[in-house]
Every structure is written in C-alpha cells, then in structure tokens.
C-alpha cells in the first residue's frame, strides 16, 4: 500500500516562508508525477507544482517565482519550499503522486498566512 505523509504547515506571518515535506511509503521512481495541491473550503484542490521524473518543474502562475518544489530520492521525500507567503496563500496542501493509472495523496497539511 502506498502511503504518503505530509508535514511541515503551520502559522506564518506574511512574507515569511515554510517548507513542506512529503515521505513516500515507497521508491520515488515508482511515481510519473509528483506534486502540491492546496484548497481552501468552498473550492476545489488546485494544482501549486508538480515535478516530472526528469527532475522538470511546473508551477502554478500564482506560485511563480515564490515557491520551488524538489525531491530527494534518498530519503524519499518530495518538498515544497514557500517564499514570500501571503493571506492568499492559506489553504491546506496535499502531497499528490501517480504511479501508472492511480493517484495517491497526502493527508494534507494546513498552511495559514497571516497579513
């Protein structure tokens, strides 16, 4: 069963920057695609970043230049390191990943920016 454990959310101050983690239950090479979503009640999951096998990043325009996402094979762990944090920013983000047709998520982590 793959699992994947998100951490690292909490308060922050606008402007301020936090790094989430994400700890796969098995190999990253196992997954075509790894990434952030955050939502916010009342909207659904949207997309932040996402990582391709080639190490290739894609980021959402909202997210652009603030936040990075990586992964480190060796420990198994993808992360998202957010700069520059703002009130829009507040949401809970999943860890997401897909390995052939299924998809896997985090159990969330709440991010809250305060202005």
């Known amino acids: 069963q793959v699992q994947l454990v998100d951490s690292g959310g909490g308060l922050v101050q606008s402007g301020g920057s936090l790094r989430l983690s994400c700890v796969a239950s098995?190999?990253?090479?196992?997954?075509?695609?790894l990434g952030w979503y955050h939502q916010v009640p009342g909207q659904n999951r949207q997309v932040v970043a996402q990582i391709m096998p080639d190490e290739t990043a894609i980021n959402a325009n909202s997210v652009e230049g603030r936040f990075t996402i990586s992964r480190d094979k060796a420990e198994k762990t993808v992360y998202l390191q957010m700069n520059n944090l703002t009130p829009e920013d507040t949401a809970v983000y999943y860890c997401?990943?897909?390995?052939?047709?299924?998809?896997?998520w985090g159990q969330g982590t709440q991010v809250t920016v305060s202005s």
């Open positions: 997401s990943g897909m390995i052939l047709v299924s998809g896997y």
């Open positions: 098995t190999s990253l090479d196992r997954f075509s695609i």
